[in-house]
């Protein structure tokens, strides 16, 4: 949960004007408001933290169960002083929870700017503000951040380094599975917004007889949509608004459903003045990881046929579709973990990437980039001949989508996902 001091100030301030000078060291009122926004995001901020109960063992001893519970706070804000940080120590320590800091140094001013521009212009502090005016103001703000500022040194505390935007990074006191994850995921980042593009497959010959699984191939309705989703792609992915090219990539599973619907996309070779090899645009890459949720023993069965015949099965998966899993198959707790690498990896791309994948898979590709709570995945709509874009911004992530197909009437494509 991020507890952002920005937004607990600007509800403390109100209407007093909180411009540049509002940010001024020597400014003893905007000072104690600001003090009083992050007393009240910290305090919330550690009754969140004390709330996170662990599922303990009904043993009588004080044991809980390992990797079942968990929370991460975010405190949002500069934290520009040594004395600062030791304050934020003093409040959380009781709590028993780990504290990180991130520390992020930028002497790019190219970035500094593009920065500005991208995350401040027109939003929060600066709604209705010209744009010129606000990059004057907000640099001002950065000066008088730099009057109190100690770079971030204490060899006891626990830090990363983001220098330029992740050029370099530096880490003191990183120990453990979660600080260790928390900088693998940091080390992928980078200021690019990169859109994502989710496609499931075309209709497959199991799609049609409803039937789960498998790796059956297209019909001639699935034929029709690769086809278009090759054209799409080529014209919406490969080239921007102006009709310039761009880089651009493919991921599709190992299964011959997405291999055959992406097989329409365009390959031409683009030589960029200067560039030392030459890109081939969308060249596909396979992942397994990208595979469709493993049914196991029912795999390329009906719902109706797992009912008649497993129905406790059916009964525990409508009871818990999240958690359940099939019989020498997999669950969507399986799922989430078998595509974290595939979200760092996802994380890492500087270039539009198109993934045709399947389903479940877009449920959980879906609900990671829109932040939703890993159990709500289950319920995002993933339909057939549609390309789902989502583009990162500052305030979270945008989606679009655009059906390529036109669904007939009366006419199911796909078995419904109880």
């Known amino acids: 949960r991020v507890f952002n001091v920005g937004d607990y100030r600007r509800r403390s301030a109100g209407s ?7 940010f001024d060291p020597n400014n003893e009122e905007a000072l104690r408001m600001r003090h009083e926004a992050s007393e009240t995001a910290l305090s919330e901020l550690v009754d969140w933290m004390k709330s996170i109960e662990p599922k303990r063992l009904d043993t009588g001893e004080d044991c809980y169960i390992s990797g079942d519970f968990g929370a991460v706070a975010f405190f949002d804000a500069t934290n520009t002083s040594a004395e600062r940080r030791k304050w934020i120590i003093d409040k959380v320590l009781p709590t028993g929870a780990k504290v990180i800091f991130l520390e992020s140094i930028c002497r790019d001013e190219q970035i500094i700017t593009r920065n500005i521009i991208a995350s401040k212009v027109g939003v929060k ?19 008088k951040y730099e009057r109190v500022y100690e770079e971030i040194h204490e060899k006891e505390l626990s830090w990363i380094k983001l220098i330029d935007a992740g050029r370099e990074i530096a880490m003191n006191n990183i120990r453990g599975f979660l600080p260790s994850k928390i900088a693998q995921f940091l080390m992928n980042l ?9 496609s499931r ?13 498998g790796d059956s191939l297209l019909t001639e309705m699935g034929e029709e949509y690769a086809i278009k989703l090759g054209e799409w792609a080529s014209t919406n992915i490969c080239h921007d608004a102006e009709g310039s090219i761009v880089p651009a990539r493919l991921w599709t599973s190992s299964l011959q459903r997405t291999i055959r619907t992406a097989r329409h ?17 969308m060249r596909p890459k396979v992942f397994r990881n990208i595979d469709e949720i493993f049914a196991g023993t029912c795999d390329g069965m009906t719902y109706e046929e797992i009912g008649e015949l497993y129905p406790d099965e059916a009964a525990s998966r409508k009871a818990d579709k999240f958690a359940y899993r099939y019989p020498r198959g997999e669950s969507y707790i399986d799922l989430i973990a078998r595509l974290e690498p595939i979200a760092l990896e996802m994380e890492r791309q500087r270039e539009p990437l198109l993934i045709v994948g399947h389903q479940a898979i877009h449920r959980v590709l879906y609900g990671y980039l829109m932040g939703f709570p890993r159990e709500k995945c289950i319920k995002v709509e993933i339909p057939l001949n549609t390309v789902i874009k989502i583009t990162p911004t500052e305030a979270g992530c945008e989606e679009e989508r655009f059906t390529l197909i036109q669904e007939p009437p009366n006419v199911n494509l796909d078995p419904a996902s109880h």
């Open 16 to 22: 007093v004007v909180q411009d540049a000078s509002f």
């Open 190 to 198: 980078h200021m690019t917004r990169t859109p994502f593009y989710l």
């Open 265 to 281: 996309v365009p390959h031409p070779v683009i030589t960029g003045p200067g560039a030392e090899t030459d890109w081939i645009q």
């Open 125 to 143: 502090d600066y709604v209705g503000v010209d744009p010129e005016a606000a990059v004057r103001d907000f640099r001002e703000r950065i000066e």
């Open 201 to 213: 497959h075309g209709q497959s010959e199991y799609n049609r007889l409803g039937k789960i699984g």
